[in-house]
């Protein structure tokens, strides 16, 4: 395919992910040097959200590109959206959006569009980084950040507290980053293979009571078991009052984003996935 120069990579969508901030702030300029053939922007995506040290200001900008057609005008997030919408469909370009979680992710990429040039760049990472997992994450609303082009992915490197930086989140990322570019500097060297992936097909909510409350959280033996393998009955949560509560699939399935902080306003406990391989 014809190479693309332009890559844009956002740090801070969310304002109280430090990494990725960091990420662009102090080693934006060093990668320009380095890659001098690609057209690179790094963008600090949502300064109001990370002076406050929250997720948001006014609504989750990871999430609001789905309501473009709306009138917001009170939304500092939509206003940020209609922006950087404009700023991607310029000209073709690859989106790199950083973001930290506080599950035991490791570093994982998302990818949402099942593009060819997705998926190699995926394959690459994961066999260059031999601790990396992709995730694919289909997004046909559009409501990713990410999604708004064919051709890019979210990194998502944990576990990490919110609102601070940690060595192996901003190095992971680092790394990540510098293959990613790499690769696109050398595009047309791309090689098709094979690439594992996990598929998100379930979100597992908290057991709730009639009013909508948690009566229950993680079990202390499914916590940080991202990615691990699960088949059959399993436990996943421990009611307040002490019981274990067991739940069953029907075929081999991978927990993600176990107990992520900032799913708890929606009491979402985990995302199950399948895990297949692809020929890229």
Excluded at 79 to 95: I, R, S
Aim: hydrophobic share 40%; proline share 5%; net charge negative.
């Amino acid at each position: 395919m014809t190479p693309i120069k332009k890559v844009i990579i956002f740090g801070g969508t969310h304002g109280n992910e430090w990494t990725g901030v960091y990420a662009i702030k102090k080693y934006g300029e060093k990668l320009r040097l380095q890659f001098p053939t690609l057209d690179l922007h790094f963008v600090h995506a949502n300064p109001e959200a990370f002076l406050i040290n929250k997720r948001f200001k006014d609504e989750d900008l990871n999430r609001a590109f789905q309501y473009l057609h709306e009138d917001r005008p009170n939304s500092y997030e939509h206003q940020l959206a209609h922006t950087y919408k404009k700023m991607v469909d310029e000209e073709v370009c690859f989106v790199v959006d950083l973001h930290t979680t506080t599950s035991n992710m490791g570093n994982t990429i998302i990818i949402s569009h099942p593009q060819p040039l997705n998926f190699q760049m995926a394959s690459i990472l994961s066999k260059q980084l031999k601790d990396t997992r992709i995730i694919l994450s289909p997004d046909p609303n559009k409501k990713y950040l990410a999604s708004q082009s064919e051709f890019g992915m979210m990194i998502e490197v944990g576990p990490v507290s919110n609102g601070l930086i940690k060595a192996e989140a901003l190095e992971g990322t680092l790394n990540l980053l510098e293959v990613i570019l790499l690769s696109l500097a050398n595009l047309q060297s791309l090689t098709a293979g094979q690439l594992e992936i996990f598929e998100e097909i379930e979100d597992v909510f908290y057991p709730q009571d009639e009013a909508g409350n948690m009566n229950a959280y993680i079990h202390p033996e499914f916590q940080d078991k991202d990615f691990t393998r699960i088949e059959g009955d399993y436990v996943p949560f421990r009611t307040f009052e002490g019981e274990s509560v067991t739940l069953k699939t029907k075929e081999v399935l991978y927990p993600i984003f176990i107990n992520e902080a900032a799913y708890y306003p929606s009491k979402m406990a985990f995302t199950l996935c399948r895990k297949r391989m692809l020929q890229t």
